[in-house]
């Protein structure tokens, strides 16, 4: 499984994914990961560039920060996350938009919203973020009270908004409000969102909602369950070595620069679980 994974990196994945796969499997050291990471990053302390593939254009959007974020967390590099702080302060009011109007005039995915209003889709994974490497920041707190009350209110959802909560309350330090409120999100997930008629690029697997067995959404499955979504995610990788994501591929260019990510994210999940060394 690894050797097929490695040589679907080398053959289509971008300069940043190689370094990263290396860095995950391979014992490359992180310097590299951080310098490509570091060419996408914009002088007002955002990211751009199609760091994430569905924004195209140079400026600095959350979606780039978000995936920054990610990686900065994972290569513990967290020196680099002030100039972010200082850009989310300026941009987000009452939430991080999905989208700034900065945006629309370059290409972009036609789902992203480039209307500058805050959401909890965004804001729950940018503090998630934060919280997993341990940063202290005042807008940091404003925006954790932000996740706190929507996420209190919930009693609908989708499972991409359904994700970014659980990332929030795998992070957050309040532990056993976390706990709590962890208790009735699976509820709802169990209730509304697994069920048949989900579109399949809207779809969540148990695997995506526990991506290691430290998540609290690992206790919303059954072993039975969470072993059936493992074997799915092994059978899910392509003949090429690589995983496909599910949702549309809106321009050429973007099936091959999102595949090395969810290559990359399936090898993490299976290693977390012990199905890969």
Request: glycine share 8%; with cysteine; net charge negative.
């Amino acid at each position: 499984m690894i050797e097929r994974a490695r040589s679907f990196m080398w053959h289509n994945a971008r300069v940043l994914e190689q370094r990263r796969f290396e860095f995950l499997f391979d014992g490359g050291p992180a310097e590299p990961v951080l310098t490509a990471l570091l060419a996408y990053r914009n002088d007002d302390g955002g990211y751009g560039h199609a760091l994430e593939p569905d924004g195209r254009g140079p400026t600095s959007q959350p979606l780039h920060v978000l995936s920054a974020l990610h990686l900065l967390g994972e290569l513990g590099a967290s020196v680099h996350v002030p100039p972010v702080l200082d850009w989310l302060t300026k941009i987000s009011n009452n939430g991080v938009p999905f989208g700034l109007t900065s945006g629309r005039d370059y290409p972009h995915a036609p789902w992203i919203e480039m209307d500058g209003q805050g959401c909890l889709l965004l804001t729950a994974q940018v503090v998630s973020a934060l919280h997993k490497m341990k940063i202290s920041h005042p807008w940091l707190d404003e925006a954790t009270e932000y996740c706190w009350r929507q996420i209190d209110g919930l009693t609908s959802t989708h499972p991409y908004e359904a994700n970014a909560c659980r990332m929030f309350l795998d992070e957050v330090p309040d532990r056993r409000r976390a706990e709590e409120a962890a208790e009735r999100l699976g509820r709802i997930v169990r209730e509304q969102l697994v069920l048949d008629g989900i579109p399949e690029e809207e779809a969540h697997k148990p695997h995506d909602f526990a991506p290691t067995p430290t998540s609290l959404a690992r206790r919303w499955y059954s072993d039975e369950e969470f072993a059936r979504s493992l074997d799915e995610l092994v059978a899910a990788q392509k003949e090429d070595g690589g995983w496909d994501f599910p949702w549309a591929a809106w321009t050429p260019v973007t099936r091959f620069e999102w595949r090395p990510i969810v290559t990359i994210d399936a090898l993490l999940k299976l290693k977390a679980y012990g199905r890969i060394s």
